[in-house]
């Protein structure tokens, strides 16, 4: 697209620089002869040349002014383009690298909630597995611990393979 501006643009640009050429040339030959016309006695024909004179000279240096900042502000321009790319080039890196974190994020907190189920999982599975504190479960069978060792008439506790438990909970993780 700034290929297809540029190029309508160049003979415009070409035919202000060859103005403004043409007008440094002008002034110099204005210059010239206003030396050549400088033993003029007359005051008013010096003021009204002097005048006409600063007029000229400030179209030329406008002109002028106009060569030399189109050229500075054209690096400018560039740098700036350049400047800006590298500046998308970065927020969009930066963008992408904050999405990969946010989805590791997300990862993680998944993994923390199915961590947290299997410890709630084996907490309460111990916690319903345990006999009473007044009860012990030696080789399957309930003794009552006030009775002396003696059976118990209460119902068995049930036994948990703990440690088969946490290798179902986790398989594939120990």
């Known amino acids: 697209m700034s290929d297809q501006q540029e190029q309508p643009q160049t003979p415009l640009w070409r035919s202000q620089y060859w103005v403004a050429i043409g007008l440094i040339v002008v002034f110099v030959a204005l210059v010239v002869v206003m030396l050549v016309v400088s033993d003029v006695k007359e005051e008013t024909v010096w003021q009204r040349r002097v005048y006409l004179f600063g007029s000229v000279e400030a179209v030329v240096f406008t ?47 998944r993994a923390a909630a ?26 399957g069978t309930s003794y009552d611990a006030a009775a002396g060792g003696g059976a118990s008439s209460s119902a068995a506790a049930p036994t948990v393979d703990l440690k088969a438990l946490v290798r179902d909970l986790y398989s594939g993780r120990i």
Do not use: N, Y
Request: hydrophobic fraction near 40%.
């Open 63 to 109: 002109a002028v002014g106009w060569m030399f900042g189109r050229e500075v502000h054209r690096t400018a321009v560039e740098s700036a383009q350049q400047e800006a790319q590298q500046a998308k080039e970065e927020a969009s890196a930066a963008r992408t690298e904050a999405k990969q974190r946010s989805d590791q994020a997300a990862v993680a907190e």
């Open 114 to 139: 199915e961590e947290r189920t299997r410890a709630l999982t084996v907490a309460k599975v111990i916690e319903h597995s345990q006999p009473s504190a007044a009860a012990a479960s030696i080789g």
